[in-house]
């Protein structure tokens, strides 16, 4: 190998590394201003939060058997506490509700019904396929002005973010209520989430279906 290859390849992975770090500075720069845009709108208090239109449980993963994983049923919760506080006249739930065989949705609207909240009270979104796409159709599909919003600690800063970019009167309440298995997986797929929320909200993306 002569001088000459020895020298380029050596320009190439000290160029990467640079884009590596310059990556890296990036992605904590967008966290943290998506966490202080939306830090004075959380609450972990439900009797403090503003009121708003409904509160928006979004979806999470549902286990085989057809029952809520631990943190879709802390946001199942979280949601029926505020509504029963009278902070809110309806419960918006958004998930995965596309297929036969997995549905968040219809998940949650049953354990909504055992706990004994209104069926009119509720409202079904079926294709909030990401927080994106669950946040445009409650504006756009089903014309909400303003929503609490109903999820962990670490997935509140980008939701109520998004939220309040694409207009909405937005406020989060925390629904951490168990220690969750690979929580540090999450914390860190939000990170790289995040990235995609800033371009989302940049382009005025489409969510994946516009229909009711």
């Known amino acids: ?36 845009q939306s830090l ?45 506080k009278n902070k809110t006249s309806s419960i918006l739930i958004s998930g995965d509700g596309n297929s036969k065989n997995y549905n968040e949705v219809e998940v949650v609207k049953k354990y909504l019904l055992e706990q004994g909240i209104p069926q009119e009270k509720i409202v079904l979104d079926y294709y909030g396929f990401d927080t994106y796409d669950s946040l445009y159709r409650a504006r756009d599909v089903f014309k909400f ?33 168990h220690n969750y298995k690979n929580i540090e997986l999450n914390i860190g797929r939000e990170l790289l989430a995040t990235i995609k929320a800033y371009l989302d909200v940049f382009y005025n993306s489409k969510p994946a279906v516009f229909s009711n």
């Open 1 to 36: 190998m002569t001088k000459r290859v020895k020298r380029n390849l050596l320009g190439l992975l000290l160029f990467g590394i640079f884009m590596a770090i310059l990556t890296i500075i990036v992605v904590f720069l967008l966290n943290v201003q998506a966490e202080k």
């Open 40 to 84: 004075n709108f959380i609450y972990q208090d439900a009797n403090k939060i503003p009121k708003a239109q409904t509160i928006m449980i979004l979806g999470a993963s549902v286990r085989n058997n057809k029952t809520m994983s631990d943190m879709l049923k802390d946001r199942a919760d979280t949601a029926i506490e505020i509504f029963k």
């Open 145 to 177: 002005k303003s929503l609490i919003i109903s999820t962990q600690n670490f997935h509140l800063p980008r939701a109520v973010f998004i939220a309040q970019n694409l207009g909405l009167t937005a406020y989060g309440i925390t629904a951490d209520k």
